[in-house]
Nanobody
Framework: QEQLVESGGGLVQSGGSLRLSCAAS????????ISWFRQAPGKDRERVSC????????NYADFVKGRFTISRDNAKNTVYLQMLSLEPGDSAVYYC????????????WGQGTQVTVSS
């Protein structure tokens, strides 16, 4: 069973930054696009960003454009989400997920990591 493991969440003040990590197997990173999602209490899960496996193309939700950057380090089998200029509205559990391509249904999910931004 393939696994995704998130880390890097925590408590940060408004305007601060965090870098989330999603550790995955070589198989996952070679053949699957990796997305980051988030879900705040009482709200629907929303897609944040995605990076493809084929050409490392990326896309972002409008609400994070210019603040968040997704990247991958194949040597470390890890996908990152660098988050800058964090706002209280960014507080949520962040999940990484793997799909055959960005926008496709995800086959694998991580357990999530909590991000809390204080005002």
């Amino acid at each position: 069973q393939e696994q995704l493991v998130e880390s890097g969440g925590g408590l940060v003040q408004s305007g601060g930054s965090l870098r989330l990590s999603c550790a995955a197997s070589r198989f996952i990173l070679d053949y699957y696009a990796i997305s980051w999602f988030r879900q705040a209490p009482g709200k629907d899960r929303e897609r944040v960003s995605c990076i493809s496996s084929s050409d490392d193309s990326t896309n972002y939700a409008d609400f994070v454009k210019g603040r968040f950057t997704i990247s991958r380090d194949n040597a470390k089998n890890t996908v990152y989400l660098q988050m800058l200029s964090l706002e209280p509205g960014d507080s949520a559990v962040y999940y990484c997920a793997a799909a055959p391509a960005c926008g496709h249904p995800n086959d694998y999910w991580g357990q999530g990591t909590q991000v809390t931004v204080s005002s």
